[in-house]
């Protein structure tokens, strides 16, 4: 009996040890770059709040009654991505950067519904994600009326809906590869939007400095921003 107390101690310590040391590592998240996070901030035709459980950016000016819910990639802050969608938000769209559960989105089960009600005006919805965000924004397509996907690809199958989709990758990603983002384009309807962003890489679809495993981009980070913001902006005007 006391052999086999031992043994049921020794498993629980090695699980709630694990649990720990996946908890940390889990809440170790790449941080949001301070200076590109000022300037939306500064920025009078943009205005941020944070919602507790998402970061929410609306237009001070005239708004285009459409909005975009938008998840990060995996351990990334949600405010890295106030500098992406800035020019978007100026421009009109509501954009909705949500705070995964443990800073994963596969950890999050909360509907769309939870995060458009924090813009009731708005009539026309997108989901999109970065990454692993974005892979899980496949899985909640089917609630939307656009999927916008930023350095990611879809694991499921959405070809046969009539959703619009934008895909933006970049030339130089080291992680969502152009050769991934190719081989994974039969799941998207074939009226998908795909744009390569020449010179581009994995981390600047954000804005939290470097990512372990991704290739040096070869344009500045504010080029890359632009044609990312510019082709977004394009395809939210086609919505709805």
């Not at 949600?78 to 421009?91: E, I, K, L």
Request: net charge neutral.
């Amino acid at each position: 009996m006391n052999r086999a107390l031992r043994w049921t101690a020794w498993v629980v310590a090695v699980i709630v040890l694990l649990a720990v040391v996946f908890l940390v590592w889990a809440n170790i998240v790449m941080q949001g770059t301070r200076s590109a996070a000022l300037q939306v901030w500064r920025d009078d035709r943009v205005a941020v709040r944070d919602a507790g459980d998402s970061v929410v950016m609306t237009p001070t000016g005239s708004a285009n009654g459409k909005g975009i819910v938008f998840i990060p990639g995996a351990k990334v802050d949600a405010y890295a991505y106030m500098a992406t969608f800035r020019q978007v938000v100026a421009s009109g769209t509501t954009v909705v950067i949500t705070k995964p559960t443990l800073h994963l989105a596969f950890f999050d089960t909360r509907g769309l519904s939870t995060f458009e009600a924090h813009a009731p005006s708005v009539a026309t919805w997108a989901v999109g994600g970065h990454s692993l965000g974005g892979v899980r924004a496949c899985q909640l397509a089917q609630d939307a009326d656009g999927l916008l996907l930023l350095g990611s690809y879809c694991a499921n199958d959405i070809r046969r809906s009539y959703i619009d989709v934008l895909s933006v990758s970049g030339s130089r990603d080291g992680l969502s590869t152009p050769v991934k983002v190719a081989a994974a384009r039969h799941l998207l309807p074939t009226t998908a939007t795909m744009t390569e962003i020449e010179g581009a890489n994995h981390a600047d679809f954000g804005a939290y400095g470097d990512q372990p495993g991704d290739r040096t981009a070869t344009i500045s980070r504010s080029e890359a921003r632009q044609q990312i913001g510019d082709a977004v902006d394009e395809w939210v005007r086609g919505l709805g």
